[in-house]
């Protein structure tokens, strides 16, 4: 099968689109499929797929122009052009998977239209929560205005596919037809309980303290400013992972917290399993990728109690979900897991177990699944 990836981020940027499109692609070609990726590009430059730095994945990657998003240029909006729709002709792909869509998923959507190709578009960023914490001037105009593009977008989809029950339920609300649950897997040899490092936890924090962990980037969105009653626990060393726009003002706001930049590779499963708990205050999260690898380094998770973490977070079992936008909701959790390393332990060890299943494999075969129904309720002709 010949699949047409229209992401709206992608590598080298770290965040649940760009991963998630990275090992559906890796998936794709270990299932003999043929996958072209198309993407932003970065900085500004006009890159295609004869790039050497593209070359290493294995597969053709078209980047398109873009610009940076006003106060954040690490994210960039694609001002696609031509270039999709061209890549549709060369690629000829059976479907088009239109990954967190919006303005080059729009522009996938259209030449998938046009072409006769059906698309499945995977809902992955909220769009009207992005709108109103980025353009607060906009209000409620810019939520409804993101849920009208969202809206068109995924309607003229052959099937749309929610990462979580909450996406799946606001999808439906909002008037998008053919939504489909798909979560998202994770690696557990890689993130793994063995991968603790004594030596590191010394680095970290003083003999004795709990460490506590939030890995992610560090933007308004995700509100790290609520994990700072956290930091001024006794006993307790607050360890951030990530970067982003917000870092100054957080590290002012956060002084006894330890800010470490953005780790990836082996470093991260290593400061994930050196952690005791897992804290992660965004409420906006359509899934939670950073919660299932904790889960899977063996940690109890704290989380808010709201879209992606409802159904990532058995509450009592693995971990606790606390009222969003409340940092002491977030003081309390840990204060009590801090308390209690018989609870840490079980709640880590149920946790590695509830995830333990959930590989990108498998997850993987089922997205494979959704592309051949996809093309089938098309009447297109696709290769088994």
Excluded at 184 to 195: I, L, M, Q, S
Excluded at 206 to 234: M, N, T
Excluded at 362 to 370: A, E, K, N, P
Aim: aromatic share 6%.
């Amino acid at each position: 099968m010949r699949v047409l990836i229209v992401a709206e981020s992608f590598a080298p940027q770290l965040n649940g689109v760009a991963h998630s499109v990275l090992r559906t692609a890796e998936h794709l070609l270990a299932r003999g499929h043929s996958p072209l990726v198309v993407a932003p590009a970065g900085r500004g430059t006009h890159r295609d797929s004869t790039d050497p730095d593209d070359r290493a994945y294995g597969y053709p990657v078209v980047r398109v122009p873009s610009l940076p998003l006003p106060g954040y240029p690490e994210v960039r909006i694609a001002v696609p052009g031509r270039r999709v729709a061209d890549a549709v002709a060369r690629h000829r792909p059976h479907v088009v998977h239109l990954a967190g869509p919006f303005a080059l998923g729009a522009a996938g959507s259209a030449a998938a239209g046009r072409a006769g190709v059906p698309a499945v578009a995977v809902y992955q960023t909220d769009l009207a929560a992005y709108a109103r914490t980025y353009l607060p001037v906009a209000g409620a105009a810019g939520a409804r205005l993101a849920w009208h593009l969202l809206r068109r977008i995924h309607t003229a989809s052959a099937r749309t596919l929610a990462p979580s029950r909450a996406s799946l339920a606001a999808l439906t609300a909002h008037g998008v037809p053919r939504v489909h649950l798909w979560p998202r897997g994770v690696d557990c040899a890689r993130f793994h309980p063995g991968h603790r490092d004594e030596a590191l936890r010394r680095r970290l924090g003083r003999p004795g303290e709990v460490l506590v962990g939030y890995v992610g980037r560090l933007a308004p969105e995700k509100q790290v400013h609520l994990l700072a009653e956290v930091s001024r626990l006794p006993g307790v060393r607050l360890v951030v992972v990530g970067d982003g726009p917000c870092r100054a003002r957080l590290a002012a706001a956060l002084p006894d917290a330890l800010f470490l930049g953005r780790r990836t590779g082996p470093e991260l499963a290593r400061l994930y399993a050196s952690f005791d708990v897992f804290a992660h205050p965004g409420p906006f999260e359509t899934f939670g990728q950073t919660l299932q690898e904790a889960m899977a380094s063996g940690l109890p998770v704290v989380a808010p109690a709201t879209g992606g973490p409802l159904d990532l977070v058995r509450p009592g079992r693995t971990g606790f979900l606390v009222p969003p936008g409340r940092g002491s909701g977030f003081r309390e959790a840990v204060d009590r897991l801090a308390r209690d390393a018989d609870l840490r332990r079980a709640f880590g060890r149920a946790g590695r177990a509830a995830v333990a299943e959930r590989t990108w494999e498998t997850v993987g075969d089922r997205l494979i699944d959704h592309y051949r129904l996809a093309a089938a309720e098309s009447c297109g002709a696709v290769p088994t």
